[in-house]
């Protein structure tokens, strides 16, 4: 009976030892057979896994909850950069860090794209200055673009899986169309033409959509307004009798709060995409559903039929 137990026991351990053994190596061949591709921020990072899909593993710079404007990469971030072969950028200096890092990886393994190249066609006043206005993967059909450069950059990295790639990219063109015409549809008999944001995140959008943003912060959500703007904006919202001011969900409300105190009027989400936290990932939360729930709160906020 002892002599069972003990060869009972050996088996066991030796058969636990083996599933173990199995599972890591299973893991790691995994991973490394995946292109290794590191995104700033969420909308990059969200594109490149529809595109690639089981083919790339895909890290996300900028952490979940966070926003990408004035982040920093820590050393771990810039290890896990240097270790992928792919890093991509939106650029329009969305990424603080970007061009710095840029240069370091040039001669490197890791490729970079900076997938708003030549995209970036709205400016900014800024403390008097004129700042290049980054926010194009709120437009859908600019968005697309920045798809089609992800696309072309994962075929020259990997050929070998070019066909899933193209119809990858179609598949996420077909969802990116269907939401261009919901907006397009969206405000063809409303009361307001303005909205009020918290910073000036829209301005692609809106031009798409021929409506106008009026933004509290400026190009990047920590820009504190003067209080002469926020009276002009209070001013604005009253004798058009703008019924919200938006807020986001990753930064403080404070602003939009005191102008909605100051007017009368109410508050409601219009989130830019710059991350989306992690619970909210996994409770299904991703790109599209945004931008249709942004589409709505539009919809209430320009008292559209
Ligand atoms: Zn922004």
Not at 50 to 75: L, N
Request: aromatic share 8%.
């Amino acid at each position: 009976m002892r002599r069972f137990l003990l060869l009972f026991f050996v088996v066991t351990t030796v058969l636990i030892l083996a599933i173990i053994l199995k599972l890591r190596l299973f893991t790691s061949s995994e991973q490394t057979s995946k292109i290794t591709i590191t995104a700033s921020f969420y909308p990059l990072a969200y594109f490149a896994s529809s595109i690639g899909g089981d083919h790339v593993f895909v890290t996300t710079i900028t952490p979940a909850g966070a926003e990408p404007h004035d982040y920093e990469p820590t050393t771990q971030d810039i290890i896990t950069i240097s270790k992928s072969r792919l890093l991509i950028l939106n650029g329009g200096n969305v990424e603080p860090w970007g061009d710095k890092i840029k240069d370091q990886l040039k001669g490197t393994s890791t490729q970079v794209l900076v997938a708003g190249d030549g995209l970036f066609n709205q400016n900014l006043q800024e403390n008097g200055q004129k700042i290049i206005d980054p926010h194009i993967w709120l437009d859908p059909l600019l968005a697309k673009k920045e798809a089609e450069a992800i696309e072309k950059h994962l075929v020259a990295i990997d050929p070998a899986h070019q066909g899933d790639y193209l119809r990858n990219l179609k598949t996420l063109e077909t969802e990116l169309d269907a939401l261009d015409r919901a907006y397009k549809a969206a405000f063809t008999s409303c009361t307001l033409k303005s909205f009020v944001t918290s910073h000036a995140a829209f301005g692609y959008l809106a031009t798409q959509y021929n409506l106008t943003q009026i933004a509290i912060s400026g190009i990047s959500p920590d820009e504190e307004p003067s209080t002469q703007k926020i009276a002009e904006i209070a001013q604005l919202v009253k004798s058009q009798h703008i019924p919200y001011i938006f807020f986001e969900s990753l930064v403080s409300p404070k602003l939009s709060d005191t102008i909605a105190a100051e007017t009368g009027a109410q508050t409601l989400v219009l989130d830019p995409l710059e991350g989306i936290p992690q619970e909210k990932q996994v409770s299904g939360a991703n790109y599209f559903t945004i931008q249709e729930q942004n589409l709505v709160n539009l919809r209430k906020a320009l008292i559209c039929q």
